[in-house]
């Protein structure tokens, strides 16, 4: 397949190389090939690349997504809408940088890591990416327990367990029709949407005040600022750029400046529709909640409802337009939504571990495991707290997302920057900036609320005055790490060289470069990035 890294002449740089790549075509195929490309409408070449980002947006929709939704418009109306604007502009710029760094490179971004950094900050990073996927797991698993205790009365704890068998169910029906399975989960799922666009058209939230809402910032009330963290980290999820940088090499994408500059503004429109679309019904949540739960004419029932309002007992939104079936259609998109959402946890848990360890795991082996972890935490609060206790536990995962996304991004924003990794497709200045400025941004707010919520809870907490110092001792040089481990990440110097700038000095060399031919015995022949046959057999939709 594809070898780490190797030294190149005695320079002292390090490149990473793709070898055992099938031979090109003869050139009279080759020209023949791509004379057929560019009769092919552009309609036709777009659906081709469709796939890797309707797939990764369904880590948008996912029962962490909903929760946290459900809860920011029952605590706060419209008014962090501003938030789920600017976390999907910013999941679509991320998206679209780890889709163009795949296509560029031909590795994906834990490919890159590894290759990249010395071995104990590979292996940091490795364990981070590899919580980051836990903490995405976790809401997977409840959401599906909130599903089954709806449905058949079963104790959450019960439905946690059972939500590790189900796992198994769901891969061994992929192999009687993998697409036709997608396709029914991305259809219960957009019945939920479906129920909530119609509630949202019942209850008439005002215009104005959602409008007001996505695009004035605002964080007034109490737990306002962890309940932005918590919709950034639902929405901006550090393994979704590990998912996304591997999905895109399954598609062949001619090995030329123009070839590669179109895929990547394929990946980059296809991302954007699916993103829309999950903003739109993220947005349809937010505003039923802050609607239904703002009414003056609320029931006590349902005031208390809004209250402590979680996954387990939101169906009562939907009432107005299904009424007494509201609970059982809620209940399958929940448990349709947790369920489709562990496909993209499990790809993504695959291509960590391939990349930073180069150990190739079997799918249904990697997702047990993945799963039985993420069990753990969910089995012990919903047997010790109940259903708030879980559902607190689905906020706590967002915010741990939310804190762990600079240690996927900054690599991000570094390689796809870089002359040295992306050549002529690097990022532009103009989308350098815009990035840096919303990463640094978000890394900023998470470093602030992570100090001043510990600090007010040191101050106001009932523990005797040895146990808060020997607790400041324990945190505060934590602290302390991870801002020294940002700080290393974002100046630290990149070595390893993955592109090789063609000889300025002969002109045939780089005008076959820029329309994909490669010099074989002084023929120039077409040439494809080096397509990968380890991530070929993923099922995409088509």
């Known amino acids: 397949m594809r070898s780490l890294e190797h030294q190149v002449g005695n320079t002292g740089s390090k490149q990473i190389a793709a070898l055992d790549t099938p031979p090109p075509p003869s050139r009279s195929h080759a020209t023949h090939h791509l004379d057929l490309d560019d009769q092919k409408p552009g309609w036709r070449k777009f659906l081709a690349f469709v796939g890797p980002g309707f797939l990764v947006s369904l880590a948008y929709l996912d029962p962490g997504n909903l929760e946290t939704d459900l809860q920011a418009g029952a605590n ?22 780890a889709a163009n760094l795949g296509v560029s490179t031909g590795k994906h971004l834990s490919e890159l890591c590894k290759a990249e950094y010395p071995i104990i900050v590979k292996y940091c990073l490795w364990l ?138 394929y990946f980059l429109i296809e991302s954007g529709l699916a993103l829309f679309v999950a903003f739109l019904i993220n947005v349809a949540v937010v505003s039923v909640s802050g609607t239904v739960c703002s009414a003056d004419n609320l029931s006590q029932e349902n005031l208390d409802q809004c209250n402590d309002l979680n996954l387990n007992s939101a169906s009562f939104l939907l009432k107005n337009v299904l009424g007494g079936s509201s609970k059982v259609v809620y209940a399958i998109a929940l ?99 815009i990035s840096w400025i919303l990463g640094f941004g978000i890394i900023g707010i998470n470093i602030y609320y992570l100090s001043t919520s510990f600090v007010g809870w040191l101050l106001h907490n009932n523990l005797p005055k040895v146990g808060n110092v020997f607790i400041g001792i324990l945190v505060f040089p934590l602290m302390a790490i991870y801002i020294l481990a940002v700080i290393y990440l974002t100046i630290r110097k990149d070595t390893v060289v993955t592109f090789i700038e063609p000889e300025k000095n002969d002109p045939n060399v780089q005008n076959h470069m820029e329309n994909g031919f490669d010099q074989t015995d002084g023929v120039f022949e077409l040439g494809h990035v080096p397509y990968r046959e380890d991530l070929a057999d993923i099922p995409l939709p088509k």
């Open 76 to 97: 706060h109306g419209f008014e962090l809408l501003w938030v789920v604007l600017i976390g999907l502009i910013f999941a679509l710029i991320i998206q679209s940088l």
């Open 128 to 265: 981070l990416a590899e919580i980051a996927v836990i903490a995405a797991d976790i809401p997977e698993v409840i959401g599906t327990a909130f599903a089954l205790n709806i449905l058949f009365k079963v104790p959450v704890w019960a439905g946690v367990l059972f939500t590790g068998f189900s796992t198994l169910l769901l891969l061994g029906l992929q192999r009687y029709g993998v697409r036709k399975l997608e396709l029914l989960i991305a259809v219960l799922v957009f019945i939920m949407a479906g129920c909530f666009f119609g509630e949202m058209s019942y209850v008439k939230p005002p215009a104005t005040g959602v409008l007001k809402g996505m695009f004035i910032p605002k964080l007034k009330g109490q737990g306002a600022t962890g309940d932005a963290i918590a919709l950034l980290g639902a929405l901006v999820m550090p393994h979704n750029l590990f998912l996304h940088s591997a999905l895109v090499l399954s598609r062949k994408v001619p090995n030329s400046v123009r070839g590669i500059n179109e895929a990547c503004r």
């Open 335 to 433: 448990f349709a939504s947790g369920q489709s959402s562990t496909i993209t946890g499990t790809y993504a848990g695959q291509f960590i571990m391939q990349g930073f360890l180069d150990i190739k795991m079997r799918k249904w082996l990697r997702n047990l495991m993945t799963r039985s972890i993420a069990i753990t935490p969910s089995l012990i609060v919903s047997i010790i707290g109940g259903s708030a206790g879980a559902g607190q536990l689905i906020i706590i995962a967002s915010m741990i997302l939310s804190f762990e996304l600079p240690f996927a991004l900054i690599p991000l924003l570094k390689f796809s920057s870089s002359n040295t990794k992306m050549g002529p497709h690097k990022n532009s200045i103009y989308v350098i900036v």
